[in-house]
């Protein structure tokens, strides 16, 4: 696989992974869940480099991930406490944990350089260059593997699940009555979003990940109002806005994540203007 095609493939695949997960997001309002949780990797990173004592694919994985649930455990308290409003709870749980990374940077790592363009556009033109290798055989690219992994297994989720997420998401109170617990199935969702936001975020950086885990989920939401239509139409509608990115980026010979979040917004504006 080529540089060009690892990069349309990565992002193809961010897309739908993103968009599996990104529609019940949407619907349970907690669409800057994501933005949230793209800010709240970095103290994990940063212990993540202090357990491996350098650079560690692994470790600076899971301190991500593990972060990121640190986060979604700490909203969902200050949310359900009945003092603080969802959104604000948000707000106030990534602010301070972005907060303790950065401190945790200066105050231990200062001679670790952070690319603060890598964390916002990532480098998603150079994806087809970090390869996988079993022994001596070349698998390819990392992030396709990542991503194709993370991608198959929010399609079961969401596949098997079904019913559990339509109900917790439309009516939580009958999914309980149904016997369902709508506080499992939800942390569920976010230890996907979570794993999936971090897993992308390597790649293609802070911005596209919020993109394409929102906007192709809000434009679907514009042209259908039944759920199966709406996923599939947020996975047709990333995959299209990654394709259509890159080849924009290339004839204007510009950053690659940052043209495909922006056919993100093409695409819902479209949407907006030619929905019934």
Known sequence: MGPSAAIVVTGVLVAAASALLGTFLVLRRM???????????????????????????????????????????????????????????????????????TFLVTRFFS???????????????????????????????RSVWVMGALCLVNLAFVTVFSKELELTTFDPALAAALGFT?????????????????????????????????????????????LRVVIVLSVLIGAASAVTGYLAATAFDTSVSGMMATMTGVFFGLALVGSP
């Open 182 to 226: 709508p506080a499992v199935v939800h942390y569920a969702l976010m230890a996907l979003v979570s794993v999936t936001a971090v897993g992308a975020f390597t790649a293609v950086g802070a911005i596209l990940v919020v993109a394409l885990m929102v906007v192709p989920a809000a434009t679907a939401l514009l042209l259908s109002q039944r």
């Open 31 to 101: 669409a800057m869940m994501t933005d949230a949780i793209t800010h709240a990797v970095l103290p994990g990173l940063v212990l993540g480099y202090a357990v491996a004592g350098g650079p560690n694919l692994l470790l600076a994985f899971v301190g991500a991930a593990t972060s990121s649930l640190v986060l979604v455990a700490l909203v969902d308290r200050l949310s359900r406490s009945g003092r603080v409003d969802s959104q604000a709870a948000i707000g106030v749980a990534f602010s301070a944990m972005f907060a303790l990374g």
């Open 111 to 141: 001679d670790v350089h952070l690319d603060t363009d890598a964390v916002l556009y990532g480098n998603i033109e150079f994806v087809g260059f970090d390869r996988l290798f079993l022994g001596d055989v070349d698998l390819g690219p």
